[in-house]
């Protein structure tokens, strides 16, 4: 193993943050303004075109089902991270750029009515369709917040499981999503996540030749990155196993990680 320090990639931006939120920013408005504007047609809405590593596949058919379409259309993740969550009635989750809502509204089921599902978001027209798709199903354990989840809207030590479906990529500063994801998960809380993956031997240019920021390519850490990342914020357990390629050295890959109980930090 290495002896050389692990860095982020995404803590010193190759480019200037605030011009590549804004361009995931106006992908995901755009996005979400397909899926409503398709609402009104004969037939539905029509899916958000993606690669096909991304997308509504990993779901299964009765989860799709249950949705309304336009949750399902608009989904632009690489996984199902409520597949892996292991969620259980009465949790509190909390999904990191919760998009349309697909995971919040799978969460909510599978929580039940003493549970509560959050979704982050900070598109104005993701947040307008998610609560659409609440109202559509009649979730009344669902809230939707604005905001970036470098800075997440709710109080410390709140939540007992993170997910988050191919977001924690797209951020420009990921040490701080590490942080504030801790911050808010109760001790002992988990995360179930999935994202992009690249494999140690990459630079962050070869990642970025593979794909853009706002495709969840150019800015995604390696394994060892991510594995520092989430220890640096005080995370134990972390599992990193990756799924299927996504790109050339380039994985969609399931992580997991425990915040530690207190008799855990002292041992």
Not at 162 to 190: M, Q, W, Y
Not at 226 to 249: K, M, Q
Request: glycine share 10%; hydrophobic share 40%.
């Amino acid at each position: 193993m290495s002896e050389q320090p692990t860095t982020l990639h995404g803590t010193t931006p190759l480019h200037e943050p605030s011009h590549l939120r804004e361009t995931v920013r106006l992908r995901y408005a755009a996005a979400a303004v397909k899926v409503t504007g398709g609402a009104t047609a004969c037939c539905g809405p029509q899916p958000v075109e993606v690669d096909e590593n991304f997308g509504a596949t990993p779901y299964a058919a009765d989860e799709r089902d249950a949705l309304p379409a336009e949750a399902v259309a608009a989904s632009l993740g690489c996984g199902n991270p409520t597949a892996v969550a292991e969620l259980r009635e009465g949790e509190r989750v909390l999904d990191l750029g919760s998009g349309g809502g697909i995971d919040v509204l799978l969460s909510a089921r599978r929580v039940g009515p003493t549970g509560r599902a959050y979704g982050l978001d900070m598109t104005e027209e993701m947040l307008a369709l998610a609560l659409a798709n609440a109202e559509r199903v009649g979730a009344t354990n669902v809230e939707f917040l604005k905001g970036t989840i470098e800075a997440i809207p709710l109080p410390a030590h709140t939540i007992d499981v993170v997910i988050s479906n191919c977001v924690i990529n797209l951020s420009v500063d990921k040490p701080a999503v590490f942080a504030e994801t801790f911050r808010v998960l109760k001790r002992g809380g988990r995360i179930g996540v999935f994202d992009v993956v690249a494999d140690d031997t990459l630079t962050p240019e070869q990642r970025a030749e593979r794909g853009d920021y706002a495709g969840c390519i150019a800015g995604a850490l390696s394994f060892a990155e991510y594995r520092a990342g989430l220890e640096a914020a005080g995370f134990t357990g972390i599992e990193i196993t990756p799924t299927h390629p996504v790109a050339d050295g380039m994985h969609s890959a399931t992580i997991r990680a425990t915040k530690p109980t207190p008799t855990e930090t002292s041992a």
